[in-house]
């Protein structure tokens, strides 16, 4: 069974623009999180998605943004740009999420570096 | 809101050494928890898992954890390190029995990491 996989691996924006990141979950999972992971705060989750329906959201502005399709493939969007949004966004996907004690499968990241 | 604390930045072992690495959460209800790794290079892997039953519970490439209720804790143990266990580790909890909120935290929640190397 494929793994999660995520879209593009590296990328380099400047300020001010805007960024889409996408993934695709292992086939059969229909829930798919978000995370944020930097040197200096670890990693941080950012929302989740189920049935095309944000679930969850973590602490983050809303120029943090998602959205997910009926194949349950999800895009994250960056708006405006900064310098503190560089950092190694991981997707991750699990059967159920929410309240079901279960596994995230994480991909490897998109890289993002904003300069 | 949630914080897990792992205790260890930087850890340095030589091989054959046995190794525990220290995580501590602050929920006081119902938790899942987690080791991953995180080899150089690679994406984050799942160590081991704890939901419910025996606390102590065994992984991959034999790791192991310790779930202990009163300590808040969940331990990772490896009674002989190898080379290639040379990574960072992440313990991660998340809460149970919560619905979603539509509001709240509610996925993940990990540690700031350790980085093990593993000296030969």
């Known amino acids: 069974k494929a793994g999660v996989t995520q879209t593009p691996r590296y990328l380099i924006k400047t300020r001010g623009q805007q960024v889409t990141l996408s993934c695709s979950p292992i086939?059969?999972?229909?829930?798919v999180s978000w995370y944020q992971q930097t040197p200096g705060q670890g990693l941080q989750f950012l929302f989740e998605y189920f049935s095309e329906t944000q679930r969850n959201k973590g602490n983050f502005p809303g120029r943090f943004s998602g959205r997910q399709f009926s194949n349950s493939r999800s895009e994250m969007n960056v708006s405006t740009l900064e310098l503190g949004d560089s950092a190694l966004y991981l997707c991750?996907?699990?059967?159920?999420?929410?309240?079901?004690?279960?596994?995230?499968?994480f991909g490897p990241g998109t890289r993002l570096l904003v300069l | 809101a949630q914080s897990v604390s792992q205790h260890n930045h930087h850890v340095i072992l030589s091989e054959a050494a046995s190794l525990e690495l220290g995580c501590n959460y602050s929920?006081?209800?119902?938790?899942?928890l987690f080791w991953y790794v995180q080899y150089p290079g690679q994406h984050l892997q799942l160590l081991l898992k704890?939901?419910?039953?025996?606390?102590l519970v065994k992984g991959i490439k034999g790791f192991e954890a310790e779930f202990i209720k009163s300590k808040f804790s969940f331990n990772l143990r490896k009674p002989s390190v190898q080379w290639s266990d040379t990574a960072e580790y992440f313990c991660a909890v998340k809460q149970g029995n919560v619905p979603p909120s539509g509001g709240g935290a509610d996925g993940l929640t990990f540690g700031k990491g350790t980085h093990l190397i593993i000296q030969p």
């Open positions: 991750a996907s699990s059967r159920l999420g929410g309240v079901a004690p279960e596994t995230q499968y």
């Open positions: 929920y006081g209800g119902t938790v899942n």
């Open positions: 704890y939901f419910s039953g025996d606390p």
């Open positions: 086939s059969g999972h229909r829930s």
